[in-house]
């Protein structure tokens, strides 16, 4: 098939649009200790702009495809087509992955004289994230809709790009694996579904904008902390640019956590990790590191997450990660919801370095040590906490949260936030922090599921920093006095001075 025969030098101009599929904005309600839940969201490639394109009709049998990836994990229920009003039959959908295996078909049925036609797999399809697959129809009378330039570059819509336009000429059913030289796209799409976690706020709505904050007090002078269990390094030269608050002193900051200066990083797209023990080090990822094996290591990385749910990802029925001395940042334009996520069991994060992001680090269990987590971005709807467990360990484990310096610069949720959302929380300990902001800088496991036990917060350093009570509200909210083995000892603010946890 010639180029002309595929773009066409005439054209009936056809303005395509759709809207985007999603909820209404949230409603305003008052702060009160977040809840955490999952929602299935919706996306496709073109889903609201419009856009124009040229109806072609050739004497020939087409397959016409878009290749595509997506920056999560999800599935895709189903796919769709515009059709151009010259176009007549009947019309197979199918979805490949990158090397050429058919995953699902479906044969459209109802369809309308042109415009957008969808259909649903019988199953839902699982995507990877970073994983190419190719969505196409096949048309055996040569009708179809085409715009040349489209792919000049990716197209990226939600948590899917497109990347490029694809054919091959064929009498029945077959992979795509043709470009045009002019970048075209087909305007062939999917239906992915992803779950994305979401919090909200005691009466189940939405949080409201972060409101308009006091003056920020000058800051008081910085005490000598106990030494880091393991001597810093300087971090690489390279990296965002934007200035971090920084706790003063020889607390965690930015010059001690990170990526160590004079290591050389190697730039790559996310990583799926599949075996157990791999080491990954002097890595610059753009996108995320999922994690589905046990006992691996991320060393000297640098992590620039693509938006989504999170930069690193420990997957359930997986243990023993650790990430140290490394970087985890998002855009700071499109949410990242998390740094590091950990939905498995034991984890080590030590100097690392975890900001711009909704939340830091989401874990059970594990050792957090000095590591220098701050400064978080706002996005509609959000709570936002640096270091953050959902209930208690399991039985046996413990979440040790040690000598870092944890500051959230907004004025909601914590600095560290112990919740009851999915369980009583037990055997954590908060000590030798540096902590800061938030609406309380600590939500110390209280809750409604029942006594928190073995909460020891201690020796740790409560700021002014950010605002004049600690937290926007105050230091300390949901600590329980009267749980079994609750320790609150030795916590004082910058000047000496004692924070009681009443």
């Not at 290591?263 to 599949?274: F, P, Y």
């Amino acid at each position: 098939m010639t180029a002309g025969a595929l773009l066409g030098a005439t054209a009936t101009v056809v303005v395509l649009t759709r809207d985007d599929r999603g909820t209404a904005p949230p409603t305003s309600a008052p702060k009160t200790r977040p809840v955490m839940s999952e929602v299935t969201l919706e996306s496709s490639i073109w889903s609201g702009a419009g856009v124009k394109v040229s109806q072609r009709s050739e004497k020939a049998s087409l397959e016409l495809g878009t290749r595509f990836s997506a920056s999560r994990d999800g599935v895709v229920t189903g796919m769709r087509f515009y059709k151009a009003a010259s176009e007549r039959g009947t019309h197979r959908g199918s979805l490949w992955d990158s090397g050429h295996k058919l995953l699902a078909q479906v044969t459209f049925t109802g369809e309308t004289g042109s415009g957008w036609q969808e259909a649903m797999f019988s199953k839902p399809v699982p995507i990877r994230t970073g994983r190419d697959y190719t969505v196409s129809y096949h048309t055996r009378n040569g009708g179809y809709v085409v715009q040349r330039g489209v792919f000049a570059k990716p197209i990226t819509s939600g948590p899917l790009t497109a990347k490029a336009g694809v054919y091959s000429v064929a009498k029945r059913t077959s992979f795509p694996s043709h470009q045009h030289p002019t970048k075209v796209s087909y305007f062939v799409d999917v239906i992915f579904q992803h779950r994305e976690v979401r919090y909200q706020n005691g009466q189940g709505s939405q949080a409201s904008p972060t409101p308009t904050p006091p003056a920020r007090p000058s800051a008081s002078p910085t005490p000598t902390r106990r030494a880091p269990s393991t001597p810093p390094k300087p971090p690489a030269s390279s990296g965002p640019t934007k200035q971090p608050t920084s706790p003063g002193g020889s607390w965690p900051s930015a010059s001690t956590t990170g990526v160590p200066s004079g290591v050389k990083l190697d730039e790559r797209g996310s990583i799926t990790v599949t075996k157990d023990g791999t080491v990954i080090d002097g890595q610059y990822v753009r996108g995320e590191i999922n994690v589905d094996a046990d006992n691996v290591t991320i060393r000297n990385t640098r992590v620039a997450a693509a938006p989504g749910d999170w930069g690193i990802i420990q997957r359930s029925g997986h243990r023993g990660l650790t990430v140290e001395d490394s970087e985890v940042y998002g855009n700071g334009k499109q949410r990242t919801q998390f740094g590091i996520l950990n939905q498995g069991g034991d984890l080590t994060v030590r100097r690392v370095d975890i900001h711009t992001i909704s939340n830091g680090i989401l874990t059970e269990q594990g050792l957090i040590e000095d590591s220098y987590i701050h400064d978080p971005v706002y996005y509609s709807g959000d709570h936002t906490d640096m270091i953050m467990c959902t209930s208690g360990p399991p039985s046996g484990a413990k979440l040790v949260i040690r000598g870092n310096t944890v500051i959230n610069t907004l004025d909601q949720t914590g600095a560290v936030a112990l919740f009851q959302d999915f369980g009583v929380v037990r055997n954590v300990t908060v000590e030798g922090n540096f902590l800061a902001g938030g609406g309380y800088t600590v939500y110390g496991g209280g809750g409604d599921k029942g006594t928190s036990s073995n909460i020891k917060i201690v020796n740790n350093v409560f700021s002014r920093k950010v605002w004049s009570k600690g937290g926007y509200f105050g230091p300390v909210a949901h600590y329980d006095d009267n749980g079994s083995g609750n320790v609150w000892s030795g916590n004082k603010w910058e000047n000496g001075s004692p924070v009681s946890a009443g």
